[in-house]
């Protein structure tokens, strides 16, 4: 295993082929990163200006799909809670906790989040389960996959959409929330018809080929 440190980090990205991304929120002011490769993984990590950049090599990582290199990447990371994140991954999985990310987007990857505020999640052939913490014009979206997210607090409107792949979202107390359901070969049900049309926010739920349960927690 190896371990980095980097100071004064404003954003992080990280690119990944073939591996696991846990990304952590914490109260110290450096980032610190921690990884394993085995076969032939690599892991390549480089600051241009406050920006760190965590990626497997350029010419692995725009192969994805045609020889593909042996091997795996384990990555995890701990990084202030107010440090945006965006992530790109191949044939893996994303855990995040207490972290901000702009962007998630898989392909052959689950995700999975607790307690982090996020804008956009989306995965093709993966599976998203999430716990918003502050939902701010979050967008939610999978490819032959399900959705489970839970809502504790609105900020603005939100949007969640599968093709062939069930819906659950989980909605508090706290969550000022107009509904908006639709589902093309599939079910809905939503726990209290009565705040379908209320709300300050829209949450916006769309499903093709699966159904969508909507309960308030």
Known sequence: MRIVIFESVGKVRINIENGTITVEGWNESYVKVEYTATGEAGII?????????IETPRRRFFR?????????????????SDVPVQVAIANGSVNGRNALFELISGV?????LEGCRAETLATVSGRIRASIKTA????????????????EELEDDVTVSS??????IFLSEFCDAKIRANAVNGSIHIEDTHSINTGKYEVSVNTLNGSITIEFI
């Open 163 to 168: 093709i062939n792949g069930d819906i659950h």
């Open 136 to 151: 701010d014009s979050l967008t939610v979206a999978t490819v032959n996959g399900p959705i489970e997210l839970t809502l």
């Open 108 to 112: 052959n990857c689950d995700i999975s």
């Open 64 to 80: 994805l799909f045609k020889n593909s290199p042996k091997g795996k990447v384990n990555v995890k990371i701990n990084i202030p």
């Open 45 to 53: 990590t480089k600051m241009e200006g406050n920006e760190l950049i």
